[in-house]
């Protein structure tokens, strides 16, 4: 069971056997072994003293070395018993940033080595569209009452409606479930925040606050969307005016009928991620229609421009729009 622990394996149950034995090793040891900043080295010089003591007290051959012997392997199991209490500290402090989720079985893995977006059908006719230099794990088939998958990275989810079976996606610190909708989850590893937003349905996400078994949980709708700060270990629901522009840009369908040029600017800057900044406000209340599917950035920049008598720049990481605009309605 032990070595089931350590690698991450053990089932509900077995987690609770050793959970409280854990808890039977009482008060005094439970205190320190709870402090993040331990020293491991302080610690196994400190178990290399202890155990040295008792076979200097054996070897002196006392009139209490029954006695002596008896509490030499008493002390010898409490102290294996606190390194694999260490350690299970250390795995349940971790366990939500590490391996968040359960083992899936059979699993499906799109490595983050992955140099372009990626279309995967998962077995229940739900869609994801992988983001490059993202990861995905799933079950090559959905078993049991729950639907889960790991991400790590970006991906944009159409979930195939089931009641019966939620689906759940685990990235990093938060949880994402969902019975049928679609949604974009931004959650890489270096980040200081992760994101969730959604385009069509309704959506559930959710932290272990503190580490507690309470979650704390947002529901979302279409245009909401939740951003989860690393840092402060808080979750918070915002305005998403424009939720659709992840749909198109995972999709690479880039089709604008009658759409400000705010959003089209916006969803061109998450498809390229390049910061764009109109030196006019007026530009972006311009309203255009076109279709800039499998347009290079270069050419998107100029059918936009030319559309409303604007020109373009690249300057200091960044592309300036320049123009008179349009009045707003």
């Not at 993040?36 to 080295?41: A, E, S």
């Not at 507690?212 to 690393?230: C, D, G, R, Y």
């Amino acid at each position: 069971m032990l070595r089931k622990f350590r690698s991450g394996h053990c089932t509900d149950r077995e987690l609770e056997i050793i959970d409280r034995w854990y808890e039977a090793m009482g008060e005094e040891n439970e205190i320190p072994l709870f402090n993040q900043n331990i020293d491991l080295n302080e610690i196994r010089n400190y178990i290399k003293d202890e155990v040295n003591k008792e076979i200097a007290l054996e070897e002196g051959g006392t009139e209490k070395g029954k006695v002596i012997q008896f509490n030499f392997i008493i002390k010898a199991a409490a102290v294996l018993l606190i390194v694999f209490a260490v350690a299970f500290i250390f795995y349940r402090n971790n366990k939500n940033l590490t391996n968040a989720g359960p083992q899936l079985s059979s699993t499906q893995i799109i490595d983050k080595k992955l140099t372009e977006s990626k279309e995967i059908l998962l077995s229940d006719g739900s869609k994801v569209w992988l983001k490059e230099g993202s990861k995905l794990e799933y079950p090559e088939k959905f078993t049991g009452k729950l639907r889960e998958v790991k991400l790590i990275g970006e991906a944009f989810f159409e979930v195939k409606r089931d009641v019966k079976r939620p689906f759940i996606i685990y990235s990093g610190n938060i949880k994402t479930k969902v019975l049928g909708t679609s949604f974009n989850i931004k959650a890489y590893d270096q980040d200081n925040s992760s994101e969730v937003a959604v385009v069509t349905g309704k959506v559930s996400v959710s932290i272990n606050e503190n580490g507690t078994s309470k979650p704390k949980e947002v529901i979302l709708k279409p245009n909401q969307k939740a951003t989860f700060v690393k840092e402060f270990n808080k979750l918070v629901r915002l305005e998403e005016h424009n939720a659709g522009k992840y749909k198109m840009v995972a999709k690479n369908e880039m089709i604008f009928n009658e759409s400000s040029m705010k959003d089209i600017l916006n969803t061109i800057s998450l498809a390229y991620n390049v910061e764009i900044q109109p030196e006019n406000a007026k530009i972006e209340n311009c309203i255009i229609t076109a279709d800039l599917t499998d347009q290079s950035l270069e050419s998107t920049l100029k059918i936009l421009t030319r559309s409303i008598g604007a020109k373009y720049v690249f300057a200091d990481n960044k592309i300036l729009i320049s123009g008179k605009g349009c009045e707003g309605n």
